[in-house]
């Protein structure tokens, strides 16, 4: 997350923070930043300079406003609310933009016939998302600070990777390792001492669109997502992956629950397998793949009518 973090500060923090919390006139800007260096420990700086990259396949050089604040950029205080801000928005603009192309050119909307379908619904989703994701951004937080200020394993090059073939052998290894610990979480969110407070407002869809995928109890969202940042923590992993799949991550999300019941496979988890936990809440609980809810014994094979368009909406 420090790459992420460098390229807001870069276009739209420097700027922020400069005019927010400007620096003392009693002290240059330039020795405000050099103190900064020498008195926290970011990630992003591997030697006591002003303003090292996060990545060397990023240079982006500071403008003057990086040294014109108070608050330099491996502030804490300042990373806090600049993480929060960037989980916060930067989610609403990945969910609004993937949401709506799939609602456009994906979700099939003959299940607005469905009996099971509420009134309003679409705008009811996205109400419950735009109270959720607020919150669910300060839970979340604390992981990206811990990132940024190195205490994950996050790696830059390739060869810093413990072998070669890790560099793509981390992208099963992650869906493997977060797949399983989803299952339970979200397995152990329907147990009646939980779901009615918890769980049960993501179950309001019976037949989801898109706009769904986000609309959780905020603590309900953020337990299933705690696999993903707990990963980089224990294992090793490259940033720009670690960017991608927390991007994909949220795609997926949206895509089942666009309704369009393309994959038939009996290995992946995919929008007629999540429909059906919808419906009958207690089979498919797994994120990507079927294997956990085989081993569970909650495994449900969808349909082969849900593939057949003009019995959907029956």
């Given at each position: 997350?420090?790459?992420?973090?460098?390229?807001?500060?870069?276009?739209?923090?420097?700027?922020?923070?400069?005019q927010l919390?400007?620096?003392?006139?009693?002290?240059?800007?330039?020795?405000?930043?050099?103190?900064?260096?020498?008195?926290?420990?970011?990630?992003?700086?591997?030697?006591?300079?002003?303003?090292?990259?996060?990545?060397?396949?990023?240079?982006?050089?500071?403008?003057s406003f990086?040294?014109?604040?108070?608050?330099?950029?491996?502030?804490?205080?300042?990373?806090?609310?600049?993480?929060?801000?960037?989980?916060?928005?930067?989610?609403?603009?990945?969910?609004?933009?993937?949401?709506?192309?799939?609602?456009?050119?994906?979700?099939?909307?003959?299940?607005?016939?469905?009996?099971?379908?509420?009134?309003?619904?679409?705008?009811?989703?996205?109400?419950?998302?735009?109270?959720?994701?607020?919150?669910?951004?300060?839970?979340?937080?604390?992981?990206?600070?811990?990132?940024?200020?190195?205490?994950?394993?996050?790696?830059?090059?390739?060869?810093?990777?413990?072998?070669?073939?890790?560099?793509?052998?981390?992208?099963?290894?992650?869906?493997?390792?977060?797949?399983?610990?989803?299952?339970?979480?979200?397995?152990?969110?329907?147990?009646?001492?939980?779901?009615?407070?918890?769980?049960?407002?993501?179950?309001?869809?019976?037949?989801?669109?898109?706009?769904a995928s986000?609309?959780?109890?905020?603590?309900?969202?953020?337990?299933?997502?705690?696999?993903?940042?707990?990963?980089?923590?224990?294992?090793?992993?490259?940033?720009?992956?670690?960017?991608?799949?927390?991007?994909?991550?949220?795609?997926?999300?949206?895509?089942?629950?666009?309704?369009?019941?393309?994959?038939?496979?009996?290995?992946?988890?995919?929008?007629?397998?999540?429909?059906?936990?919808?419906?009958?809440?207690?089979?498919?609980?797994?994120?990507?793949?079927?294997?956990?809810?085989?081993?569970?014994?909650?495994?449900?094979?969808?349909?082969?009518?849900?593939?057949?368009?003009?019995?959907?909406?029956?």
């Amino acid at each position: 997350m420090d790459v992420v973090l460098e390229i807001f500060d870069h276009f739209l923090f420097d700027r922020m923070y400069a005019q927010l919390w400007p620096a003392s006139s009693l002290q240059s800007p330039k020795d405000t930043v050099i103190n900064a260096a020498t008195s926290t420990f970011s990630s992003m700086r591997e030697t006591p300079t002003a303003h090292a990259s996060a990545s060397q396949f990023l240079q982006l050089e500071p403008s003057s406003f990086a040294y014109l604040s108070a608050w330099p950029r491996d502030h804490l205080w300042r990373q806090v609310l600049s993480l929060y801000l960037i989980t916060w928005l930067f989610g609403l603009v990945v969910y609004f933009v993937f949401a709506s192309l799939s609602y456009c050119f994906v979700f099939d909307h003959a299940t607005f016939t469905h009996p099971k379908y509420l009134k309003h619904q679409v705008r009811l989703e996205i109400m419950q998302t735009l109270k959720s994701l607020p919150v669910m951004a300060i839970l979340t937080v604390p992981f990206f600070v811990a990132e940024v200020r190195g205490y994950a394993k996050l790696y830059d090059a390739p060869a810093d990777a413990p072998f070669s073939l890790y560099n793509i052998l981390q992208f099963p290894f992650f869906i493997l390792f977060t797949d399983f610990f989803v299952y339970w979480i979200h397995r152990g969110l329907h147990h009646p001492r939980l779901y009615k407070t918890l769980h049960k407002p993501h179950h309001k869809w019976i037949m989801p669109t898109p706009f769904a995928s986000h609309a959780f109890h905020p603590v309900d969202g953020w337990a299933q997502s705690v696999p993903y940042h707990v990963f980089p923590f224990l294992f090793p992993l490259q940033k720009f992956a670690y960017i991608l799949l927390f991007v994909t991550i949220n795609v997926w999300t949206i895509m089942i629950h666009d309704g369009e019941y393309v994959s038939n496979s009996p290995v992946i988890n995919g929008a007629a397998c999540h429909s059906i936990h919808h419906e009958k809440f207690e089979f498919n609980y797994g994120q990507f793949t079927t294997f956990w809810d085989r081993a569970g014994k909650t495994y449900r094979r969808p349909d082969e009518s849900m593939f057949k368009k003009r019995v959907k909406s029956e």
